[in-house]
């Protein structure tokens, strides 16, 4: 998949843990980790736009796309 996912490197940087941004917006761990390792084939813009409010990142801090 061309679409890389790389909250991990935004959770890093925030000094965060995904079990606490899973608990803020409202997510299991599970789903989150599933989205962190990009096993997910998509993911809604209200998720998406809860972990940018939480992060105060935009969606391209997280999500990468690479040919």
Do not use: H, W
Not at 24 to 45: A, D
């Amino acid at each position: 998949m061309p679409i890389v996912v790389t909250l991990d490197v935004m959770l890093a940087r925030r000094k965060m843990r995904g079990k606490e941004l899973a608990e803020r917006i409202g997510m299991t761990e599970q789903n989150l980790s599933l989205l962190r390792s990009g096993k997910v084939k998509g993911v809604r813009f209200e998720t998406l736009a809860r972990i940018c409010a939480e992060l105060d990142c935009q969606p391209a801090d997280i999500l990468t796309y690479e040919d």
